[in-house]
């Protein structure tokens, strides 16, 4: 990630709009960010982080505590951040969560924190919108981007204010998760948890097979697999023996229910022989009834040799008797039409009478229709005379109106005129009191800054008391410090020389002196303090005299600050008092005060101004509209004149064609009333003249029709009276010639088709159930021959007894079967269950191998990742250690510690530090503050140039360090920035945070931070 440009606005203590454009830095881009404390050095490093990740490098404020106080409301808090990585560009823009004038109305709202992330073109134009407004997805879009969070950007991207130790000093895991994103090693990550899954996952099911193996063994309610077999022996051996008793028992129930069967079946015979002679009673009971059937179907069929005569007969009279009633029927009717024919005749001798009315009504139609077109013609000049006078209506109203807005014009015309005089005497004074009140604006102002730097002021005075005494006892602690240091370093020496005294031998030469003399050898009277007794004390002298030197600059620069505020509330007050005299020396309060009392004065002549001007133009609108109502006042009565002549024309029309019509038929609506009667009248006539025709007609072919009708019938009842007479002839010959004595007789013998059919069926199975009944009877008393019927309760018994003894059986040989079923089903599943236990305890011994290896449970407890990452890491370490050697003149050396920690603590990734001076190796927290920081810088830059040499890594093109430079001594601070220059042939960017005035002399390529009571500003110092 390489920064190309830097915008903030409102940011921190910069108040207004900075930006900020590092391709200025050109081939150099060693460049130093400069500025007194609190001016915000440390800020542009917060506006990036917060930029990329919305937090800021120290993460102790939040986006929504970095707005400027300084700042005008109307101005939004934003940053800006444009960044080129792997060819391609960025850039991202975050508003925080704040408070911003409405847009409409006083007062404030909260404007929600968003943020947006463009691909930019190559002519730096938005190409592409990856993000629009969310703020979750724009850090989780940058995360992605990078290949790594917020505190891992603040740990290898940036050394932020007093954490630079803290990459040096993490521990394993930490480091961890670091290195991983870095190095893209979350695949080993993966293999590990999906070998640990895996691993854990077949542990589960070899338990599962064990707890089903002991559940089956519970079920069967056995203890082991041995007691399993011995059981499974003896249900065997009792299942034969019992199912051969079940066997026997199950033959002597077959055999008593074949001797039950063959007694059943007997009695069934005895039985079915009782039936076919109880059959042969009903059958002997039934014969009489069935003679006489016999009879009634004989005279049945005698009768029916007679029944066609008969039929005809009958058919004959009916014939007969129809065709003598219709004739009847039709003279009555004919008798009817010859009536009505003589009534319709007579009417129909009214026809010419009623003929002449129709033409007399026709001719009077022919009149009223010729009086239409005059009527209509009557009506349209009504019309136009109603027409004339509305007309001459409206115009006489329109004049009136015209004349009243005239005279009302007029009138708002001359009182306009008075109010406008009066308003222009009252508003002579606003041009004076607006200068007046302008001047009093800036007084007050002046005033207001004056008690905001006097504020200012009271706090800085109290901050330099309590700078003071801080410093004092800074100043003690330092000098105990200074003192306990010296002694415990003098004593170290006087040890050292003692040390070497014992080693002194008579006749060798001194290794010091080199004299073979020893007259006064040294020895020590107190216990030899040790080399990190030394460095300890010498740790916290340094620690307490940086300290003390911090809070002298600070004292100094609030000092400072003092004298600055008080020269400048002295300036101001001299310019308020040249102003207002001795009115300067009011209050705050009474001068607001004042100047709201001239501003409500302004206010209300200004108001009155505009009144004077709205008043002013609306005379100018009433005096352009005077001129409109006057012509149009004029027109009005022009055309009241012309209406009121077409008005009197309109009338001399209508009466002259009034006079030429009746007065009767002078109304349209009773002229067409008259026609329409008229023709109702006429056509009234004509149907009457149309219904009378047609009855006439209608009657005379009714009575016509029936006289031929009625021949017809005469001629019909001679005809059937002729045939009836033959038919009634031969009927009685027939009847002569049968059995039957009469009519009567002859009728009752007739039977209906169905009881004759039912009688034919009783008699033809009377027949046969009487032949089959006879055969049936003698077939059984043949087959019976001389049995007896047998007693069937003895079999009963036997089968009881059998089928009893037989459920005993087949009870004890199922329980003992079932049993023997459960034990050999669980054997089954047991020995299957062990074949799938064999095969996951096979596939576990490679698994779980593989999974505590790669989890780091076995040796020294380090994981395929963090093993992976130690290899990485002694890469990195190698190229920090020759930086770190450089910077400390080859007295330290950065190693990875291989011992095991204790516990289950992870291991494997913890630095120690190899100390050149004492050949001892420690702890990296031992470090003093200076060394601390040679040691991350050296770590960072390391871990830089290892992480852009392996492919696909994430670059590291940029370093920020804040602050650090000031624990270095003079050689070991150039040493680090020759280290630092060096990096510029890689075209690595390296932005140094300090206040320290050598890296001014070194580094000439700089942003100033110049502070100020407006808010600060950047200041470019290019290279030269």
Known sequence: MHPLTLQMCAFGPFAAEENIDFSRLGDKPLFLINGPTGSGKTTLLDAICFALYGKTTGDEREGVQMRSDLAQPSLLTEVTFTFELTGKCYRIRRIPEQARPKARGDGFTQQSGEAQLWLLADDGSPEKLI????????????????????????????????????????????????????????????????????????????????????????????????????????????????????????????????????????????????????????????????????????????????????????????????????????????????????????????????????????????????FQSRVQKLQSLKDNHAVAVNASSKTEAALALSKQLHAANQKSIDETEQSIAQLRLSVQESDGLSLTLQSYSQQLEKKKKIDQLQRQNNTLETSLLTSGQKGAALKAAADEKEKAANTIERDWHLAQAAILAMTLDDGASCPVCGSMDH????????????????????????????????????????????????????????????????????????????????KKRLDNLQNQQGILRKSEQALNELKKSQLPLSSSMDETQSAWNAASQLMAQELKAYQIAEQELPEAYRSLGVLEAAITQQQGTMNSCEQQLNRLQTRYDTAKEQHDSAAAALGVLQENVGQSQQTLDAAKTQWQASLLGSAFEGVKEFKESL??????????????????????????????????????????????????????????????????????????????????????????????????????????????????????????????????????????????????????????????????????????????????????????????????????????????????????????????????????????????????????????????????IKASELGSKIVWRDAG
């Open 751 to 1008: 039977l209906d088709a169905a009881i004759k059919d039912s009688l034919v069926q009783r008699i033809d199975g009377y027949k046969k159930a009487l032949q089959h009944n006879l055969g049936a009877l003698q077939s059984q008393q043949q087959a019976l021959g001389e049995s007896a019927r047998p007693d069937l309760q003895p079999y009963l018994d036997k089968i009881a007894s059998a089928e009893e003894a037989l459920y005993a059986a087949e009870q004890q040989w199922r329980l003992v079967h079932d049993q023997l079923t459960l034990l050999q089903n669980t054997q089954q599943r047991i020995a299957t269950l062990n074949k799938e236990g064999s095969a996951l305890e096979a596939q576990y011994a490679v698994v779980g191998t593989l999974s505590d290896v790669a989890n780091g449970q076995t040796g020294n407890k380090v994981s395929l990742q963090r093993f992976v990452l130690s290899v990485l890491l002694d890469d990195v370490l190698i190229e920090a250690s020759h930086r770190l050697a450089l910077m400390s003149k080859g007295r330290y050396r950065l190693l990875r510690k291989e011992e095991r920690a204790k516990g289950n603590k992870a291991s494997g990734l913890d630095l120690e530090v190899e100390d050149a001076y004492s050949g001892r190796v420690r702890a990296v927290a031992t470090l003093s503050g200076g060394e601390s920081f040679m040691a991350a810088l050296a770590l960072a830059l390391g871990l830089s140039d290892v992480v852009q040499a392996y492919a696909g890594g994430i670059r590291l093109d940029t370093l920020f360090i804040d602050e650090g430079f000031g624990s270095l001594d003079p050689e070991s601070l150039d040493l680090a920035i020759r280290t630092l220059t060096d990096l510029q042939q890689s075209g690595r960017m390296i932005g140094i945070i300090s206040h320290v005035a050598e890296l001014k002399e070194q580094i000439p390529a700089r942003i100033d």
């Open 131 to 370: 993000v629009s407004n969310k703020v979750t997805e724009a850090t989780r879009e940058v995360e992605q981007l990078l290949g790594m969070n917020a505190d891992q950007f603040r740990q290898v991207m940036v050394l932020p204010q007093g954490k630079f130790r803290q990459l040096l000093t993490a521990d394993s895991k930490d480091r961890e998760h670091i290195f991983s994103q870095l190095f893209q090693t979350q695949i080993y990550k993966r293999l590990e948890d999906e070998l640990k899954n895996r691993s854990a996952e077949v542990r589960r099911e070899v338990d599962s097979l064990n707890k089903q193996k002991i559940a089956l063994l519970g079920q069967a309610g056995l203890e082991s697999l041995e007691t399993l077999t011995e059981k499974l022996q003896h249900a065997s051996d009792d299942t034969q023996k019992l199912k051969q008793v079940y066997d026997h028992q199950l033959e002597e129930r077959v055999k008593a229910l074949r001797e039950q069967d063959q007694a059943v079946e007997l009695i069934s015979r005895f039985t079915q022989l009782d039936n076919l002679m109880a059959e042969q009673q009903v059958l002997a009971q039934q014969k009489d009834a069935i003679d006489q059937q016999s009879i009634q179907l004989q005279r049945h069929s005698e009768a029916q040799h007679i029944v066609p005569d008969f039929e005809r007969f009958e058919s004959s009279t009916a014939i007969h008797v129809q065709h003598t009633e219709r004739l009847k029927t039709e003279t009555e009717k004919l008798k009817l039409f010859e009536q009505s024919l003589q009534a319709i005749s007579i009417e129909h001798a009214q026809l010419p009478a009623l003929r002449q009315q129709l033409d007399a009504h026709k001719a009077q139609l022919q009149v009223l229709l010729g």
């Open 519 to 598: 007259p006064s050898p040294a020895h020590s009277d107190v216990p030899p303090p040790t080399q990190a007794m030394v460095e300890q004390v010498r740790k916290q002298y340094q620690e307490a005299s940086d300290l003390l030197n911090t809070e002298r600059e600070n004292y100094r620069s609030i000092k400072t600050e003092i004298s600055r505020l008080s020269q400048e509330i002295s300036d101001i007050d001299k310019d308020l008092h040249q102003a207002l005299g001795d009115a300067s020396h009011s209050s705050l309060q009474e001068m607001q005060s004042h100047f709201s009392a001239l």
